[in-house]
Nanobody
Framework: QLQLVESGGGLVQPGGSLRLNCAVS????????IGWFRQAPGKEREGVSR????????EVAASVKGRFTISRDITKSMVYLQMTDLKPEDTGIYYC???????????????????WGQGTQVTVSS
């Protein structure tokens, strides 16, 4: 059974940076596509960024474009979300998710992913 464990969240001031980590176990990372999602209080879960199975395609949501970058290290079975110039509206619980099936459209929607981590809290506040 694939397991995903997020880490790296915390409290950061506006304009600051964080790197979130997603440790993948129970499966081979380069057979899964991975997505990062977030959920703010009272809001629906939204897609932030994703990386394709072979790592050749990445996508970021418009709200974080130019500030967030997704990457992965196959040798360590890790996926990262580098977040810079953080804003209060970036506050929320961040989840990584995975799926085996190829995705050709709407790949940043939560229902396209079957495996989920427990999440890590990110709070952006002064």
């Amino acid at each position: 059974q694939l397991q995903l464990v997020e880490s790296g969240g915390g409290l950061v001031q506006p304009g600051g940076s964080l790197r979130l980590n997603c440790a993948v176990s129970g499966g081979t990372l380069n057979t899964y596509r991975i997505g990062w999602f977030r959920q703010a209080p009272g809001k629906e879960r939204e897609g932030v960024s994703r990386i394709s199975t072979y790592g050749t395609i990445t996508e970021v949501a418009a709200s974080v474009k130019g500030r967030f970058t997704i990457s992965r290290d196959i040798t360590k079975s890790m996926v990262y979300l580098q977040m810079t110039d953080l804003k209060p509206e970036d506050t929320g619980i961040y989840y990584c998710a995975a799926d085996l099936e190829p995705c050709t459209s709407l790949c940043l929607t939560p229902d396209r992913y079957n495996y989920w981590g427990q999440g890590t809290q990110v709070t952006v506040s002064s």
